[in-house]
């Protein structure tokens, strides 16, 4: 069974520059989640897919979008990078609600990006 | 709105001493409580959920409905069990809603 991956490990961008971050889900997860991290707190819900929709979003503004493959790996974009977004960045897979004990979320490393 | 409270930002024991990592929650429906730990260069894994009512490691939490808590304990510490530990939250939608989390320290 393969764990979830991200890629890259590490990215520094600029300012106003524009970033895409990849996730490979678990083997037989249909469902990914983004999360950031800032330093020194907790991760942050940035929105979830389930089979290549959206499925919920927390108060990240539009300039953060997504997207689910047909084989379930995500992207995450982002705009107009700003200085408060230098953090880490996690996905999590998980098999989906709609499963019994489905709404267990498998972390992957996480993307360390950082805007100057 | 949802939210989850981790008191303590720092907690430092010795080694076979018990240990209680306190968390309280916000939400006004029946959450289901996770922790979650991150040992040193490693990823955030589950460590587990009060649905199960299992045991991991050595470590139990307990829902308290009526304290809106969730607290995580261990009798006896051991030196491995130093991590960072964050309680979560998983209300109506699907989003878990993490605390800011607790650097656990077990001293030899």
């Known amino acids: 069974e393969t764990g979830v991956t991200q890629s890259p490990t590490h990215l520094i961008k600029t300012r106003g520059q524009q970033v895409t971050l990849r996730c490979s889900s678990q083997s037989g997860h249909n469902t990914v989640s983004w999360y950031q991290q800032a330093l020194g707190q907790g991760p942050q819900f940035i929105f979830q897919y389930y089979r290549e929709e959206e499925n919920g979003r927390g108060n990240f503004p539009p300039r953060f979008s997504g997207l689910q493959f047909p084989n379930y790996s995500s992207e995450l974009n982002v705009n107009a990078l700003e200085l408060d977004d230098s953090a880490l960045y996690l996905c999590?897979?998980?098999?989906?609600?709609?499963?019994?004990?489905?709404?267990?979320?498998?972390f992957g490393p996480g993307t360390r990006l950082t805007v100057t | 709105a949802q939210r989850v409270t981790q008191p303590e930002k720092l907690l430092s024991v010795f080694k076979g001493a018990p240990v209680e990592l306190k968390c309280n929650y916000s939400y006004s429906g029946s959450p289901e409580l996770f922790w979650y730990v991150q040992y040193s260069r490693q990823r955030l894994q589950l460590l587990l959920r009060h649905i199960s009512r299992e045991s991991i490691k050595g470590f139990t939490a307990d829902l308290n409905k009526g304290e809106t808590s969730f607290h995580l304990k261990k009798p006896f510490a051991q030196e491995e069990d130093s991590a960072m530990y964050y309680c979560a939250l998983q209300g109506g939608s699907e989003k878990l809603v993490f605390g800011k989390g607790t650097k656990l320290t077990v001293n030899p």
């Open positions: 999590a897979s998980s098999l989906g609600a709609r499963v019994r004990g489905g709404r267990e979320q498998y």
